[in-house]
């Protein structure tokens, strides 16, 4: 009995962290970075940012996010570093001191292989976090019914001190990114805000995407912003009104780089603060 | 991403229109509140022009706090902020954060050197530290031939505020 529900316990904690890896999950788990402000002033500053995979905006409730993998460009283009990492039992948490004016990058891209396959007669899955260099190892030979997706997932915000930056939105050209047009760390709630998704450096048309007010707890019902990229790629999101607001946009394709790979899913998460005019 | 500087309307104004030598004096209330914990608000006043051009005339913040440190509360004048504030230098317009009740501020033709004559909303924004925010606006026109006064009023973190341009 005790085995079994250490099991299942287990089942429970592999399904919540894959479903925040995944892009086009069935489930609503959501991971989220909540920087403290994205819009500074002064010489220097320093913001805290709490990291969780959680249903509700922005409480955490299930899990922490990982902050190993966080990546921080500066607005000169050189690498920069979180401090204070520390992780609890449903979130995470994190310092970043702003010591460059311009805008910063803060956040981590994810890729990985997700697949299953059947082995007489029986379903298998790969381990989480299995790396594309393992695949040839990790599927047994007889197994059959062998499935093969490859997970590019991005979650990354901006901040800014002084003046906006353009710096760290040159697209890397790989996976789902984002191009402002209108600038993330210049969103008032009067204007529409205007972003560009980008495929492997070319214009995603057809994306659709998420846009959620964080607060939902106090609301009846969650305040959304649903929008479809155009054929260049941008979309336009009016905010019902100011505030911290979680925006997804995810696909998939066939345009795989991992050997065997029948799909791939793409994911693009940012957190985006809009301001009262 | 929008622009702007304390001078950006130079170039223009050097092609569209003839020296102006007006000046604004500014009647700002700030209401005497009865709260627990009172700080002075910070302030800032600017010129909207046409095209979302913007000239800063003057900021009140804690010029004197050690290390520019008032500095970091700027950004909580945000309209301010957003449309001047985080590409402008203030030091020639900065000046301290004032006590509530009537404060007069004369802003010199020196400080609308390059602006061209027309209509403009002249704004002001006050913020205070544990208390609220709040824009106040006046259309304001440069460059006539007579002394005019524009007035508005606030509800919360400005009382009335009056602007009388002299040419």
Do not use: C
Request: proline share 6%; glycine share 12%; aromatic share 6%.
């Amino acid at each position: 009995m005790k085995m079994r529900s250490r099991l299942g316990a287990r089942a429970a904690f592999l399904a919540i962290s894959l479903a925040a890896v995944l892009p086009g999950s069935a489930q609503a788990h959501r991971a989220w970075f909540l920087p403290s402000e994205t819009i500074l002033s002064g010489e220097d500053a320093w913001i805290t940012v709490d990291g969780a995979v959680s249903n509700d905006l922005f409480y955490p409730n299930h899990f922490p996010l990982g902050t190993d993998g966080v990546k921080v460009e500066k607005p000169d283009g050189s690498a920069g570093s979180i401090e204070n990492a520390a992780s609890g039992k449903i979130r995470s948490t994190f310092d970043l001191h702003l010591d460059q004016p311009g805008t910063w990058k803060i956040g981590n891209m994810r890729s990985g292989v997700f697949g299953r396959y059947k082995l007489n007669g029986e379903q298998k899955r790969l381990p989480r976090g299995a790396q594309a260099s393992e695949i040839e190892n990790l599927i047994p030979a007889g197994a059959t019914d062998v499935e093969v997706r490859e997970n590019l997932m991005r979650n990354e915000f901006f901040v800014t001190l002084g003046a906006p930056t353009d710096t760290v939105f040159t697209p890397s050209g790989k996976g789902l990114e984002l191009v402002p047009v209108t600038h993330p760390n210049d969103l008032v709630a009067n204007e529409e805000g205007v972003f560009r998704f980008l495929i492997d450096g070319k214009p995603a048309a057809g994306i659709e995407l998420t846009a959620i007010l964080g607060g939902g707890r106090y609301a009846n019902q969650p305040v959304e912003v649903k929008a479809t990229s155009d054929a260049k790629g941008e979309v336009r999101l009016a905010w019902p009104q100011p505030g911290m607001y979680w925006l997804e946009a995810e696909t998939k394709d066939k345009n795989t780089s991992i050997p065997g790979a029948t799909e791939r899913g793409l994911g693009y998460v940012t957190t985006l603060e809009v301001m009262a005019p | 991403m929008r622009k702007t500087s304390l001078f950006a309307l130079t170039g223009a104004a050097t092609i569209a229109s003839p020296a102006m030598a007006d000046t604004i004096t500014l009647d700002i209330t700030i209401p005497r509140l009865s709260v627990a914990e009172y700080h002075r608000p910070y302030v800032a006043v600017w010129l909207e022009g046409d095209g979302g051009k913007v000239r800063t005339l003057s900021v009140w913040y804690d010029k004197d706090k050690r290390g520019g440190e008032g500095k970091k509360w700027l950004n909580e004048m945000r309209t301010w902020w957003r449309k001047a504030g985080r590409s402008a230098s203030i030091d020639g317009v900065s000046g301290a954060t004032r006590a509530p009740g009537p404060q007069k501020l004369s802003i010199p033709a020196a400080a609308l050197r390059g602006l061209p004559a027309g209509n403009y909303q002249l704004v002001v924004e006050a913020a205070r530290e544990v208390g609220g925010r709040e824009v106040v606006k006046l259309p304001v026109s440069l460059g006539g031939k007579s002394a005019s006064t524009a007035r508005a009023s606030g509800k919360t973190e400005l009382g009335s505020v009056a602007a009388t341009i002299k040419p």
